[in-house]
């Protein structure tokens, strides 16, 4: 299993961006998609989460209507589209693969900073 992250990058407070992460060697629609981050010195944090066929996405109350996270099933990809970006979302940003489950995996992280 191999998850790719992608789209990180240095944006200014109040800009966006937009995070891929690619999936290879696994059933990808079978699997609850998340974008976990970690900010320096802190522990990791749920970020946003999207169910098996997309339809259902799940956001924290900091990044709900700031972000939006899709997939892309025929592609193997899940996205996380970052707007109106503050400092305090400065992290390196994982994509998970069954958070908190059985198969749970990680890809190696894409950084975000804002400033």
């Known amino acids: 299993v191999q998850l790719v992250e992608s789209g990180g990058g240095l944006v200014q407070p109040g800009g966006s961006i937009r995070l891929s992460c690619s999936a290879s060697?696994?059933?990808?629609?079978?699997?609850?998609l998340a974008w976990v981050r970690q900010a320096p010195g802190k522990g990791p944090d749920f970020v946003s989460g999207?169910?098996?066929?997309?339809?259902?996405?799940y956001y924290t109350p900091s990044t709900k209507g700031r972000f939006t996270v899709s997939r892309d099933n025929d592609k193997n990809t899940v996205y996380l589209q970052m707007n109106s970006l503050k400092p305090e979302d400065t992290a390196v940003y994982y994509c998970?693969?069954?958070?908190?489950?059985?198969?749970?995996?990680w890809g190696q992280g894409t950084q975000v900073t804002v400033s």
């Open positions: 999207i169910n098996f066929d997309g339809d259902k996405p």
């Open positions: 998970v693969r069954d958070l908190l489950g059985a198969e749970e995996s």
């Open positions: 060697g696994l059933t990808f629609r079978n699997y609850f």
